[in-house]
């Protein structure tokens, strides 16, 4: 059984520029949830998507948006990228029976995004 | 929405010693705790949880504790060793949202 994996492990974009980041979730998860890491802070929450659809989103623009795949993996879209911005993005896979349901969130090792 | 409050926000031991991390939040609708520890360059790992109707939990030298009333929960950490060393998170959740707290650095002494 895998882990959860995220993709690619570091990037360097410039202001206003569009980035994508992927995740895998754990074999069997059917939730993923996104979190921004800013550095000497803990996760906040993004969004979370369960069975291909938005389930909950935290306190972010529109700019922000995402999408989850048959196979349960996932993406993490930003758009028109701010200096602040810069930080780890963290995916966590689920295994969920409903979205609602809190249950134990494993992570992967993040991506850190560096805005210029 | 939820806050979470974490203290201390950096911690010293000597190996051998015991190691505790205390949480604070707001939404009592809260029912489910978990603790990460987050090594340098890694991603946080879920190292023990407590669920709102259970008052205590312990994984070997692990254990959580949690008080509904006072809506505090806390880790703790006996016996540590270098390898403790990391940042710990407390999280709250009301549902499938997780609000993290600041995060703890903990430093074991050899």
């Known amino acids: 059984e895998t882990g959860v994996t995220q993709s690619p492990t570091h990037l360097i974009k410039t202001r206003g520029q569009q980035v994508t980041l992927r995740c895998s979730s754990q074999s069997g998860h059917n939730t993923v949830s996104w979190y921004q890491q800013a550095l000497g802070q803990g996760p906040q929450f993004i969004f979370q998507?369960?069975?291909?659809?938005?389930?909950g989103r935290g306190n972010f623009p529109p700019r922000f948006s995402g999408l989850q795949f048959p196979n349960y993996s996932s993406e993490l879209n930003v758009n028109a990228l701010e200096l602040d911005d810069s930080a780890l993005y963290l995916c966590?896979?689920?295994?969920?029976?409903?979205?609602?349901?809190?249950?134990?969130?494993?992570f992967g090792p993040g991506t850190r995004l560096t805005v210029l | 929405g939820e806050n979470v409050e974490q203290h201390p926000s950096t911690l010293s031991v000597q190996e051998g010693d015991s190691a505790v991390i205390k949480c604070t939040y707001s939404d009592s609708a809260s029912n489910y705790f978990p603790w990460y520890k987050q090594e340098l360059g890694k991603g946080p790992q879920l190292i023990i949880d407590i669920r709102s109707n259970v008052g205590e939990k312990k994984d070997q030298r692990i254990a959580v504790t949690l008080n509904k009333t006072a809506k505090h929960f806390s880790l703790h950490i006996t016996e540590t060793q270098p390898e403790d060393s990391a940042v710990y998170f407390c999280a709250a959740s009301p549902g499938n949202q997780f609000y993290f707290g600041t995060g703890t650095s903990l430093t074991v002494i050899p």
């Open positions: 966590a896979s689920s295994p969920g029976t409903s979205g609602r349901a809190n249950n134990e969130q494993f």
């Open positions: 998507y369960y069975r291909e659809e938005e389930n």
